[in-house]
């Protein structure tokens, strides 16, 4: 005997896909919801990067680098191929693979930019994750793993006083759209 599932007209999500509404039509809330990104093309970055390039100072550019192939990407681009002048800015997870350092020392000493770590005070990082993991582990559900990384979110709010207090007009992050968690794609 084999269950049917409920399935959205348009991309076929199940209606076990947690969060998941379906309209009368039988179209899913991610479909109804779902709005590409823009791309507006790489003359329009260098329009803007021209901007803050040979800005005063000795940085164009912040650039986050977590030493995975995205942002050293990113990294070798904007000195590379937009020549600005980058500090190179990463935060120490307790949670940071040894790879990763070396792919960041690499990077910086190939590319000869200037790089800094920041990290939270000692062990906070690591006993904020134990404590959200140990609220989630009461009612496990896929809605609430974002939860578990919450805490994460303050990072940015650190990668702007970096950049303040080196008087660093422009961050830049950076990331690969094939690999995002989006239930689409466009075509």
Known sequence: LMLQSKLCKTCFLPETTPGIEFDGSGVCNYCRDYVPMAVLGEKALLAELDRYRGTPGPHDCMVCLSGGRD?????????????????????????????????????????GVKHLYWEYPKDVHRKTTEKHLRIWSKRPSSRMIPFVCAHCKSWSYEFY??????????????????????????G
């Open 161 to 186: 006083r970096i950049a303040g207090s080196h008087g660093i007009p422009l961050i830049v992050f950076g990331s690969n759209p094939l690999e995002t968690a989006s239930f689409k794609k466009t």
């Open 71 to 111: 942002s050293t990407y990113i990294l070798w681009k904007m000195v590379h191929d937009y020549n600005m002048n980058v500090l190179a800015v990463t935060y120490n997870s307790p949670f940071m693979s040894d790879q990763a350092h070396e792919n960041i020392q690499a990077a910086v000493r190939a590319l």
